[in-house]
């Protein structure tokens, strides 16, 4: 009955030693696959927060640009030919908005826009 006990004493802690020696030799080696699939979602995450953030500051610009400063000749740079207009006084391309919004600036040379919230 002893000899069984200590057995399994004896069992039990060689189990413990490899599960610990083997936790050890992963964090040792950088071979722990939680960490780096959490610190690759991190780099992911950073990469997508900076896009974002250039991304607003790209649409600020050209806001500011054109609709406050009335700078057209900045709207090559953001829209392309083949622009979609969402406005319906406006047709679709690129020449048509600038047209568009150079006949305005004129009729209206203090029209301004503000931004309220960048999401």
Do not use: C, W
């Given at each position: 009955?002893?000899?069984e006990?200590?057995?399994?004493v004896?069992?039990i802690s060689?189990f413990?030693?490899?599960?610990v020696s083997?936790l050890?030799?992963?964090a040792?080696t950088?071979?722990?696959?939680?960490?780096?699939?959490?610190?690759?979602?991190?780099?992911?995450v950073?990469?997508?927060?900076?896009?974002?953030?250039?991304?607003k500051k790209?649409?600020?610009?050209?806001y500011n640009?054109?609709?406050?400063?009335?700078?057209?000749?900045?709207?090559?740079?953001?829209v392309?030919?083949?622009?979609?207009?969402?406005n319906?006084f406006?047709?679709?391309?690129?020449k048509?908005?600038?047209?568009f919004?150079?006949?305005d600036?004129?009729?209206?040379?203090?029209?301004?826009?503000?931004?309220?919230?960048?999401?």
């Amino acid at each position: 009955m002893k000899l069984e006990k200590s057995l399994i004493v004896i069992i039990i802690s060689v189990f413990i030693l490899g599960i610990v020696s083997t936790l050890i030799f992963q964090a040792s080696t950088g071979n722990n696959k939680g960490n780096s699939i959490k610190s690759e979602n991190v780099a992911s995450v950073s990469k997508e927060v900076k896009e974002n953030e250039k991304n607003k500051k790209m649409v600020v610009d050209f806001y500011n640009e054109v609709f406050n400063k009335h700078n057209i000749d900045i709207i090559p740079k953001y829209v392309s030919e083949d622009y979609k207009q969402h406005n319906p006084f406006v047709a679709d391309g690129r020449k048509a908005f600038m047209d568009f919004f150079k006949e305005d600036f004129v009729k209206n040379p203090n029209s301004s826009a503000e931004i309220k919230r960048v999401v």
